[in-house]
Every structure is written in C-alpha cells, then in structure tokens.
C-alpha cells in the first residue's frame, strides 16, 4: 500500500494531476453557454470529451518535465532540485512509457468521440490542433514555450477551444452551431483566455533569469520585467471590464457581476506579486487568484444560467 502510494503521489507530481480540475470548468463553461443562448444542455459526448481533456492533459505535463529535464543546461541546478525526474531520481525510460500510456488512453477517447460524431472533420481538425500545441509546447527545433507567442497560443486553445468544442458537442444534433456561435463563445470565454494568459505570463516572469540560461526567448524576455508586470495589470483590469460588456450585452447572466464586485479584493491579493515576482513566494499568489477567477466564472455562469431557468 505505501509503495502504490508512492508512486501515486510521483505521478500526482509529473502529471501535475492537481491542475486537472481547471478542464472541467471550461468545459462547464462550454455546456453553460449553450444553455443559455441554444437552450441546450450537456448529452453523452460530454463524457468521452471530458476523459480525452483529462488524460491529455496529464500526458503533456508528463511530456513537458521530460522535455524540460533533457532540455534544461547544467549550468543551474534545475535537473536536481526543480524538475521532479530529477529530484526524484526517476527513470526516464519509465517516465516516457508513463507519457504513452496517457496518451493512448487520449488519443482512444479521442478516436471514440471523433466516430460518435461520424467522423466530423472540424472535430478531427480541432482535436488534431489541440494535440500539436499540447506535444510540441515543449519539444521539438523551436519549442512554443521557448517562444513569445507561447502565452497567447497556449491560452487562446485551453481557454477558447475547450470550450468551444464541448458548446459544439452540446449543439451537435442541432443545426444552430454556426460562425455566429463561434464568435460568442470567444467573446463569453475571453476572461478564461485572458486570466490563463497572465498565470503564463507570471510564471515566465518568475522564470526569467532561468529561462535564459536554458535558451528561451518567452514574452517576458522581449518585455523585461516591469513592463510584464505592467502588462499583467492591463489584462487584469481589462478582465473585469470585459465582464461588464458581456452582462450589459446579455452575453452572461447577471450573476457575474458578482466577480467585478471583487476586484478590489483581487487586486489587493495580488499586491505582493506587483512588488516583487519569486517563482517561490509570490507566483503561488498570482496563480491562486488567476486559478480562483477561472473556477469562479464557469460557476457563476452556470448559477446564472440555472436561476435564469426558474425565475
């Protein structure tokens, strides 16, 4: 029983199992957003869709420390005391067979949710999309997250495609999904984007002296840190105007204006970041809040959308 805990708590660790969680509300996002304008709720494919998001996600955070523990330079002790292979001694051999497990589990859900749909090509399209970004965030010539298009790539496909594909999902039997439907599922999942972005962009800040070493050119090296900083607080505030657009534009239930009440809050919880940016002591506060906003705008929503059913 030790030993099975053990290894569970390993692989709780290299796939970063614990940040799972953060799927399902832009999936609950997606089903609520189809409720409230289509009048169409959450149907059987759901649940396949959920399990290939799930396992992917652990896949690719079991790729990325692989990448990032082959990838990183000696010159700095990142191998040994930050990466979890490293740390933990464990065999690379096992963590890339751990990688491939996942990702057949994935990519067989995927397959399974891309037949119920009679192998519908935008669904293949997206998922295939999906799968490139996820592998190739940390592998390959010119990784993305080596890149300053990293943050705005990685966040516009986890906080506008999940989504989108789980609304698509939902409206599948209906004819209603259109170029239009598209178009308001990126406006009511920009603050998912947004607040997704600025966690990457506080971690690249946070990461900066490291990230060099180890060759990579992120947003942050281009910017410096004060104007990333400065940038984190533009998107932030944009964030919370956004909210009001979509409940003024009937886009978003009246609900979360319950978020923007908050703000005040936010920002003062994030005053420690704005002083000084530590992977250690201050990124664990810009990523509680960014995380806490991104959990509680799905559930206000859906709140929303349920009141808005009986009243």
Not at 21 to 41: A, D, E, K, R
């Amino acid at each position: 029983m030790t030993i099975i805990k053990t290894k569970f708590k390993l692989l709780w660790e290299l796939g970063e199992i614990y940040t799972s969680p953060l799927n399902l509300f832009l999936i609950l996002l997606g089903v609520s957003f189809s409720t409230y304008h289509y009048n169409h709720t959450w149907n059987w494919r759901i649940i396949l869709y959920i399990l290939t998001i799930i396992f992917f996600h652990v896949a690719v955070n079991i790729f990325n420390n692989y990448m990032d523990y082959k990838n990183a330079s000696d010159a700095h002790d990142y191998k040994t005391k930050s990466n979890i292979i490293g740390r933990e001694n464990l065999d690379l051999a096992a963590v890339k067979k751990t990688f491939l497990f996942f990702l057949g589990l994935a990519s067989f859900f995927g397959l399974l949710l891309v037949w119920s749909t009679n192998f519908n090509l935008i669904l293949l399209g997206l998922g295939i999309l999906g799968f490139y970004v996820g592998l190739f965030y940390s592998s390959g010539p010119k990784p993305l997250n080596s890149l300053p298009i990293a943050e705005t790539v990685t966040s516009l496909f986890s906080g506008f495609v999940i989504p989108l594909i789980s609304a698509y999902l939902c409206l599948y039997d209906d004819a209603s999904f259109s170029f239009q439907t598209v178009k308001l599922v990126f406006f009511v999942s920009l603050p998912m984007v947004v607040m997704m972005f600025n966690n990457l962009l506080a971690n690249n800040t946070c990461d900066l002296e490291e990230d060099i070493v180890n060759g990579r050119k992120t947003l942050v090296y281009y910017l410096g840190k004060k104007k990333a900083v400065q940038l984190f607080k533009f998107v932030f505030i944009f964030n919370f105007l956004w909210l009001i657009l979509l409940v003024y534009l009937k886009l978003a239930p009246l609900l979360i204006l319950i978020l923007v009440i908050l703000f005040p809050k936010y920002w003062k919880n994030l005053s420690p970041y704005f002083e000084v940016q530590d992977k250690q002591k201050t990124f664990p506060v810009a990523l509680k809040n960014m995380a806490g906003i991104m959990m509680l705008y799905p559930i206000l929503y859906t709140l929303g959308v349920v009141f808005a059913q009986f009243f």
